[in-house]
């Protein structure tokens, strides 16, 4: 089985500023770039971005090539700490231009005014393609939808086959009997993808519905660890480990990283009636030393290159329609068609109230 590494999104916990001391330059000579940048190109673009960003050798150089600029990365952490991050420096920002804002935290970055209209404007031709993702209240575009997937439960294709059990397709189906002590999901209060799983729920059962079906889900025997690599690798019967739970919080872009060495079918499945879409976005900071270099890395990664890398690279569906994924996702990863939905404005409105009241009832 492949790795699937979605590990920079394992925990919300802020750190220190001081950790991002760690970044990195990339260019086409390798060699950390000196001085700012003209609007005629060269110099220094900082991107600042969650510790999953990746995109496949060489890529970044040909932007280089192309443009001038240098990338420098600052990587502070996972989705949740890139955000907080953001917010605590916004005053002296980190760098030019963010990836990696969600649709959980978009709102709020939105409001702490962290992010900015790209100027010069990106090109229509971008941007047309993730209109459908636009984020509420943003009437200037300062959030560039990049890419998206779905976090779901997944399940064990070959443990429920050996055990002749019917597999769970459902999120209520998750609290029946049969599937006591099966589930292992990461925390929504330390994890990015258990809190999508969270707003998955609160999207199906409404404000305080999802208080009764955690209770559910706790009476049988769900079990909560911190993060999605623990969930996957050390509990998921299929993680390679030697797990004993064949339910697992994962994406939907997991199985066909199950699919046998020798070919065939994936050995897990994706359930896709218990999704919830995530969102990435991209934005010019507020502040930038080099929004001209921050609008063409934007512009940049919409581009056909890299928008048909994301799916190899950070193991995310492109935003753009002028790109196809690989065989096996078409096949084994497809996206949900109908995903839970929560608003962006009431995440940012209830989150710590609904963590609160969610550790009350799991954990407390």
Same mark, same amino acid.
């Given at each position: 089985?492949?790795?699937?590494?979605?590990?920079?999104?394992?925990? $919300? *916990?802020?750190?220190?500023?001081? +950790?991002?001391?760690?970044?990195?330059?990339?260019?086409?000579?390798?060699?950390?770039?000196?001085?700012?940048?003209?609007?005629?190109?060269?110099?220094? @673009?900082?991107?600042?971005?969650?510790? /999953?960003?990746?995109?496949?050798?060489?890529?970044?150089?040909?932007?280089?090539?192309?443009?001038?600029?240098?990338?420098?990365?600052?990587?502070?952490? &996972?989705?949740?700490?890139? @955000?907080?991050?953001?917010?605590?420096?916004? &005053?002296?920002?980190?760098?030019?231009? *963010?990836?990696?804002?969600?649709?959980? =935290?978009? /709102?709020?970055?939105?409001?702490?005014?962290?992010?900015? %209209?790209?100027?010069?404007? $990106?090109?229509?031709?971008?941007?047309?393609?993730?209109?459908?993702? +636009? @984020? +509420?209240?943003?009437?200037?575009?300062?959030?560039?939808?990049?890419?998206?997937?779905?976090?779901?439960?997944?399940?064990?294709?070959? !443990?429920?086959?050996?055990?002749?059990?019917?597999?769970?397709?459902?999120?209520?189906?998750?609290?029946?009997?049969?599937?006591?002590?099966?589930?292992?999901?990461?925390? %929504?209060?330390?994890?990015?993808?258990?809190?999508? =799983? =969270?707003?998955?729920?609160?999207?199906?059962?409404?404000?305080?519905? !999802?208080?009764?079906?955690?209770?559910? $889900?706790?009476?049988?025997?769900?079990?909560?660890?911190?993060? !999605?690599?623990?969930?996957?690798?050390?509990?998921?019967t299929a993680g390679g480990g030697s797990g004993t739970r064949p339910i697992v919080v994962s994406?939907?872009?997991?199985?066909?990283?199950?699919?046998?060495?020798?070919?065939?079918?994936?050995?897990?499945?994706?359930?896709?009636?218990?999704?919830?879409?995530? @969102?990435?976005?991209?934005?010019?900071?507020?502040?930038?030393?080099? %929004?001209?270099?921050?609008?063409?890395?934007?512009?940049? $990664?919409?581009?056909?290159?890299?928008?048909?890398?994301?799916? *190899?690279?950070?193991?995310?569906?492109?935003?753009? /329609?002028?790109?196809?994924?690989?065989?096996?996702?078409?096949?084994?990863?497809?996206?949900?068609?109908?995903?839970?939905?929560?608003?962006?404005?009431?995440?940012?409105?209830?989150?710590?109230?609904?963590?609160?009241? !969610?550790?009350?009832?799991?954990?407390?």
């Open positions: 089985m492949s790795v699937i590494t979605r590990a920079g999104r394992a925990t $919300l *916990v802020p750190v220190a500023v001081a +950790a991002l001391a760690a970044c990195s330059a990339i260019g086409a000579s390798g060699a950390a770039p000196t001085g700012g940048a003209s609007s005629s190109g060269g110099g220094t @673009v900082t991107l600042v971005t969650h510790s /999953s960003f990746a995109l496949s050798d060489g890529l970044l150089d040909d932007f280089t090539r192309q443009t001038g600029y240098t990338v420098k990365l600052v990587q502070p952490g &996972d989705a949740g700490t890139l @955000v907080n991050q953001l917010v605590l420096t916004k &005053d002296a920002p980190l760098g030019d231009v *963010v990836f990696g804002i969600d649709n959980t =935290f978009a /709102s709020r970055a939105l409001d702490e005014g962290v992010v900015v %209209p790209a100027s010069p404007a $990106l090109t229509a031709a971008a941007l047309a393609d993730g209109e459908k993702y +636009a @984020v +509420a209240g943003d009437d200037e575009g300062a959030l560039v939808p990049v890419d998206d997937g779905d976090v779901c439960v997944n399940v064990d294709h070959t !443990w429920f086959a050996q055990h002749s059990l019917a597999e769970p397709v459902t999120l209520d189906d998750l609290t029946k009997p049969e599937y006591r002590d099966l589930l292992v999901t990461p925390s %929504p209060a330390t994890s990015s993808p258990g809190f999508a =799983f =969270f707003l998955a729920t609160v999207g199906a059962y409404g404000d305080g519905g !999802w208080v009764d079906y955690w209770t559910a $889900l706790k009476a049988n025997g769900v079990k909560v660890v911190e993060g !999605w690599e623990d969930a996957y690798y050390t509990d998921f994406y939907s872009s997991s199985p066909p990283y199950t699919v046998p060495k020798d070919g065939g079918e994936p050995t897990t499945g994706a359930l896709l009636d218990t999704c919830f879409r995530q @969102v990435e976005y991209a934005g010019v900071l507020a502040g930038a030393s080099n %929004p001209t270099g921050a609008a063409a890395l934007i512009d940049f $990664l919409l581009s056909d290159e890299v928008q048909k890398d994301i799916p *190899v690279s950070m193991y995310m569906y492109p935003v753009s /329609s002028h790109v196809t994924v690989p065989d096996d996702w078409a096949r084994w990863a497809p996206l949900a068609e109908h995903p839970f939905d929560v608003p962006a404005a009431d995440i940012t409105t209830h989150r710590e109230e609904w963590l609160t009241q !969610w550790s009350d009832v799991v954990l407390g």
